[in-house]
């Protein structure tokens, strides 16, 4: 039997380190090729990874909170096969199309395309660390569903159970709300001398982007009064229809709806600017990214092909993108590939604001609180659902002009929602 030392894969999107967020094994622990072992914080998102071969956790590379770069040691194992050793070692020296044992959840994803119900089996396949989990909770594996290969049951199926099953016992908005992931707590307790905190994972990746956007664009932000009682109006009425379809239906969507038209005619604001090249990059595809604040940060998942799709459909892909946004589940191709971005500060509140770029896009487009304000309608004055849109654009990609057609073909849409209807999606 030989030691085995595993370390960090490269799990793409440029990842240069990761942060260890938990482990889901102790150290003595007996491991199976393909258990999950880790959940690790990338600047996207956070993501399991499984264990390359079968053997014994005989140490662990960084504790959690701490950053692990590509290469280094993620955990030491012993009890391997030496041919199995040899074989995954053999195998790191090379560049697959598809990394065989990089994160479960990239494995898991392809196998959700083609669910597999689990047949009854005698022996419950599960990793050390979630069989704990299961006793802790109370819950007996056997009734939780499995997602895993071969009916392997994941922290995730465990996870999701648990909630499922807090939910049917409370109606209380408490229980109802997915629980985060648990996370190591590096701040102290408040002193008088205050405390610090390392800026890691999703925070260093806002931190790095907004530094980049602000040191590279030459951003100008253009403020527009958006009349949208007929939104409100429209919305309320499908609300219903909506629920029917078990989607629950924002003013996002027709915003959403709204911008992607106006993309495909103003295909300049639908582009991306390569400085190196001295080029600007048209592109083909309208996906827009959707500024989404979670309790670790601002992540931006993706709404692929909004111009193609209806707004229930953008409802709904909104809906899973969130929820999946809260827990820290979003896959890396959810969270990357955008060409234009939306910004919503409506829940919060708000007049208006200047959203910063998501470079190297060239435009981002501020949605704010809708509110009942009085305004002049035929010289009269009458009570209106008001909206303050803000567009922010790279100025030297995009003149002013150009920023207020924008605008304005954005507010009249909205102003007029039932002109969504006009290319059937």
């Known amino acids: 039997m030989a030691t085995y030392d595993f370390t960090l894969p490269d799990i793409g999107e440029g990842l240069h380190e990761a942060e260890i967020v938990g482990w889901l094994v102790e150290v003595g622990d007996e491991v199976k090729e393909n258990d999950n072992i880790v959940e690790v914080q990338t600047d996207k998102a956070v993501v399991e990874i499984s264990a390359p071969v079968s053997g014994r956790i005989e140490k662990f590379g ?18 391997v096969d030496e041919q199995s050793a040899k074989g995954e ?36 396949l599960a ?21 895993g290969k071969g009916g392997k049951i994941l922290a995730a199926d465990l996870q999701r159970h648990i909630e499922e099953q807090s939910a049917e016992v409370s109606e209380t908005p408490e229980a109802q709300r997915p629980q985060q992931a ?47 009682t007929s939104l409100v109006r429209l919305r309320n009425e499908l609300k219903p229809y909506a629920e029917q379809e078990t989607v629950k239906l924002t003013f996002l969507p027709f915003i959403i709806k709204a911008a992607a038209r106006v993309l495909k005619q103003n295909p300049i604001f639908n ?10 990059h048209y592109h083909g595809a309208v996906h827009i990214g959707i500024a989404t604040s979670t309790e670790h940060g601002l992540l931006v998942p993706v709404i692929r092909h ?43 509140g708000g007049l208006f604001g200047t959203p910063i770029i998501n470079y190297p896009e060239v435009a981002i487009m501020g949605i704010h609180k809708i509110e009942k304000r009085p305004i002049v309608v035929d010289d009269e004055i009458t009570i209106g659902q008001m909206m303050m849109m803000s567009l922010t654009f790279d100025h030297r990609i995009i003149d002013g002009d150009p920023a207020g057609r924008f605008m304005n073909a954005v507010k009249t849409i909205l102003q007029q929602p039932e002109l969504l209807i006009l290319d059937g999606k």
């Open 127 to 147: 990793a050390p660390s979630v069989r704990k989990a299961a006793r802790e909770a109370g819950v007996d594996l056997l009734t939780v569903e499995a997602t």
């Open 62 to 79: 960084a504790e959690p909170g701490e950053p692990v770069k590509v290469g280094e040691t993620l955990v030491l194992f012993s009890g």
């Open 306 to 348: 909004a111009d193609r799709k209806s707004v229930l459909e953008i409802a709904k892909e909104i809906e899973e993108l969130t929820e999946k946004a809260r827990v820290r589940k979003l896959k890396a191709h959810e969270l990357t590939g955008s060409t234009f971005t939306i910004s919503n500060t409506g829940m919060t």
């Open 182 to 228: 648990a996370r190591p707590e590096t701040r102290r307790e408040p002193a008088a001398e205050g405390w610090t905190e390392p800026i890691r994972g999703t925070r260093k990746a806002i931190f790095e982007g907004m530094t980049l956007a602000q040191s590279n664009a030459v951003m100008c932000t253009g403020v527009e009064e958006v009349n949208v």
């Open 271 to 280: 582009a991306s600017v390569d400085e190196a090249k001295m080029q600007i």
């Open 89 to 124: 070692a053999a195998r790191e020296t090379e560049v697959p199309d598809v990394p065989e044992k990089l994160p479960a959840e990239m494995k898991e994803a392809e196998e959700a395309e083609q669910p597999e119900e689990r047949k009854p089996k005698q022996r419950i």
